[in-house]
């Protein structure tokens, strides 16, 4: 058994800066008697793992954060000012500590345990991770503390086999009284909700929280003119969101909270009325809390939510090319030939004809897919590739993509982004290969999701390309993962944070993460263990067979 090492994993695993996408579309939330209760919670940790800024002793503060957790009762509580480093990983830390049926995440835009990260900790039984990034483009770098972007986590709530999709949101916005850090703190508010009011979030079940280092009425800022909120705009938009802890009063400082929870307006008939609180009382057992463990009391709320059964069905989708083109519509940008279909040899193109290589531009467009309620999606196809020689001319020439807007119409029109064909033909025969299994990123599994392939010649080089068994599958999401998943020749599975591979052959290893970032991969390997420390959907690929699992 291949046992990889340690660095090499932190490394493989690491968090890079991610641009979010929209998830799944959510529908509102309706209550009702047979409603569930959820409690969820912001907390803003000081330094936490970080003796030299916040609490001294740090074995003693994360030992007061676990008792604090544990008192609260929460089903998920939002963490900020956690540092994480390869040698002390502090989510992780609490995890253990809470015990096995707590499970966390935290995206780091530092790795430091010095650092001001946010993370997150949840019941598994009542929360599954879908997947989680830094918001980079909802406000600059700057506004956000220079760097200290908000953090995404897409979540289902958990009620047996049912589930419900939210948003949460964690901010910890720039500090401080100035009227500069004031104006930061307004144009971060700015940028986000122009984020929050667009269409990758306007019909979602978002919840905001964190550390808002500000008022949600009036500013700390004493010489502001006027005397407003930098989230007045949330504040003002009563269509659109509710703060739940506007009124909410900080005695120890005698002015109101900074630490808020706003939520937009599919989850404000879920809302129970005045649970909004300051969770002083968790605090309550623990010797100098304020020395000790962090200067900022928890802030909770309450929701009664009403699971929803999922409807979602698996696509199994598979087109031959045996008798026709069949859903797949072809069109020509540029040049007379055309796709078209051929007996035995499936959807074929050409731009050699009479004799003469032909400049041509011509696309062969899948029928449009719905993939808003999917976890993962895969495709392959096998193709063949003659008189391509030159492997520029071949890569170029020869490509596929993937559009979220196209309407049947000119393919320029659309926004394309290029798909990566892991195999290729070698350019100078009639053998079919078989593509390999292409991941989606998760950020396209949305509506309205089309491929094309994409055949490009010139005056001087005119190929010709044959594809035939193209096949589409994807996964719904659910919380009723497999443990094993098993192929012809391999078997795949998750045990104590580590995913197993098995092989009957030596085959190449590769690794994503659930948006189809390349994470890790080796050649020639029989059977690996890979520690993974991040919770989460991953995508095995072994050889040409792809496994999705979940660590948890």
Known sequence: MNK??????????????????????????????ESVEFKFTTWNTEWLSCSLNGPTNDELQINN??????????????????????????????????????????????????????????????????????????????????????????????????????????????????????????????????????????????????????????????????????????????????????????????IPVIDNIIISKELFDNYIQNSAKRDETSTLGIPNYSYTTSDHVPVSANFNIVPVQSTCKNISYSETFALSLGEFAQYSVEGTQTWAWRQIYGATVSGYATAVNNPNEDWLISPAFDLSDKSSATLSFNHAINFSLIERDKLSNHTLWVSTDYTVATPENATWTQLTIPSMPPGNNWVFVNSGNIVLPIQYLKKNVRFGFKYLSTSTSASTWEIKDFTFNTNCITTNEPIVTKGPECKVYVLNKQIKIENKQLKPVSVYDITGRSLFSISNERNTEIPVYQQGVYIVRVGNEVYKVIVK
């Open 4 to 33: 990889l090492k340690l660095a090499l994993i932190v490394l493989l695993f690491s968090v890079g800066l991610v641009k979010t996408q929209p998830a799944a579309a959510q529908t509102p939330i309706s209550a009702a008697k």
């Open 65 to 254: 954060i676990v008792a604090v957790i544990k008192t609260m009762n929460s089903d998920l509580v939002a963490l900020q000012e956690v540092g994480t480093s390869n040698i002390y990983t502090t989510v992780d830390t609490i995890v253990r500590r809470l015990g096995s049926e707590w499970a966390g995440s935290i995206i780091a835009s530092t790795i430091d345990n010095c650092a001001q990260n946010q993370g997150i900790v949840y019941k598994k039984s009542r929360v599954q991770l879908i997947n989680a990034s830094l918001i980079v483009d909802g406000g600059s770098s700057y506004v956000w503390s220079s760097g200290r972007f908000p953090v995404l986590y897409n979540v289902n709530l958990l009620d047996g086999s049912n589930v419900i999709p939210v948003s949460f949101i964690s901010i910890h916005a720039k500090a401080m009284g100035d009227e500069t850090s004031y104006l930061r703190r307004k144009n971060a508010s700015i940028g986000l909700k122009a984020l929050l009011d667009g269409t990758q979030y306007n019909t979602k079940n978002v919840v905001l929280l964190g550390d808002f280092n500000d008022y949600l009425s009036g500013t700390q800022c004493a010489t502001c003119l006027p005397l407003e909120s930098p989230y007045k705009n949330f504040a003002d938009d009563i269509i659109n969101y509710q703060c739940l802890t506007t009124a909410l009063y900080d005695p120890k400082y005698a």
